[in-house]
């Protein structure tokens, strides 16, 4: 089992070896390591949104190119997600991910439960952080979503759903797949 352990000389700090990137541009870096290239990206937070009051809970109809690219849909059912940014907690980005994709803006008494963060794959060292966000109405403020002012965004929307209808979606990736699983364990389905 030694292949799978972790050696702590091998731990570097990415930022300060510029000498191990082959490919960079603004979305991702390739670098090489230990004999491995992969991406470096950022590390990426996937909300899930159930409103107690009204038991309903927000998804997205979103258009993903690399999605589009293989399976030629326009539109894919995801979570409300996000890039990390540098310096960025956590908890900040699904708040700012939730008023640009969902127009929610949260109260401060809101509390976060980050259940679980995993690699996204083999071939990149970024990593998913699921959040899981059930809410009561005073607990946030509806206002007009932001966007992040792609195009890509622009033309995407995000949907209100009764829960009665969980088992009759058809998640596009695994995260969403796993924010959903979450939900109905939470729920007793």
Same mark, same amino acid.
């Given at each position: 089992?030694?292949?799978?352990?972790?050696?702590?000389?091998?731990?570097?700090?990415?930022?300060?070896?510029?000498?191990?990137?082959?490919?960079?541009?603004?979305?991702?870096?390739?670098?090489?390591?230990?004999?491995?290239?992969?991406?470096?990206?950022?590390?990426?937070?996937?909300?899930?949104?159930?409103?107690?009051?009204?038991?309903?809970?927000?998804?997205?109809? &979103?258009?993903?190119?690399?999605? +589009?690219? /293989?399976? $030629?849909?326009?539109?894919? =059912?995801?979570?409300?997600?996000? %890039?990390?940014?540098?310096?960025?907690?956590?908890?900040?980005?699904?708040?700012?991910?939730?008023?640009?994709?969902?127009?929610?803006?949260?109260?401060?008494?809101?509390?976060?439960?980050?259940?679980?963060?995993?690699?996204?794959?083999?071939?990149?060292?970024?990593?998913?952080?699921?959040?899981?966000?059930?809410?009561?109405?005073?607990?946030?403020?509806?206002?007009?979503?932001?966007?992040?002012?792609?195009?890509?965004? &622009?033309?995407?929307?995000?949907? +209100?759903? /009764?829960? $009665?209808?969980?088992?009759? =979606?058809?998640?596009?990736?695994? %995260?969403?797949?796993?924010?959903?699983?979450?939900?109905?364990?939470?729920?007793?389905?």
């Amino acid at each position: 089992m030694k292949k799978f352990s972790s050696n702590k000389d091998e731990i570097v700090d990415k930022t300060q070896d510029e000498s191990r990137v082959v490919y960079k541009n603004k979305y991702l870096t390739v670098v090489e390591f230990n004999n491995w290239s992969f991406i470096d990206e950022w590390d990426s937070v996937v909300v899930l949104p159930f409103f107690i009051d009204s038991n309903e809970f927000l998804l997205r109809s &979103e258009y993903i190119s690399p999605f +589009k690219y /293989r399976d $030629s849909a326009d539109f894919h =059912l995801t979570c409300i997600s996000g %890039s990390v940014e540098p310096g960025e907690s956590i908890e900040a980005c699904a708040a700012r991910e939730l008023v640009e994709e969902a127009g929610i803006k949260l109260k401060d008494n809101v509390v976060f439960e980050v259940f679980d963060t995993l690699y996204k794959a083999k071939n990149t060292s970024s990593q998913f952080h699921f959040v899981f966000l059930p809410l009561y109405d005073y607990q946030y403020d509806d206002v007009v979503a932001t966007t992040d002012g792609t195009k890509y965004e &622009e033309v995407s929307k995000t949907i +209100k759903l /009764r829960v $009665s209808s969980i088992n009759s =979606l058809s998640p596009a990736d695994t %995260s969403t797949r796993i924010l959903i699983e979450y939900l109905k364990k939470y729920l007793n389905m």
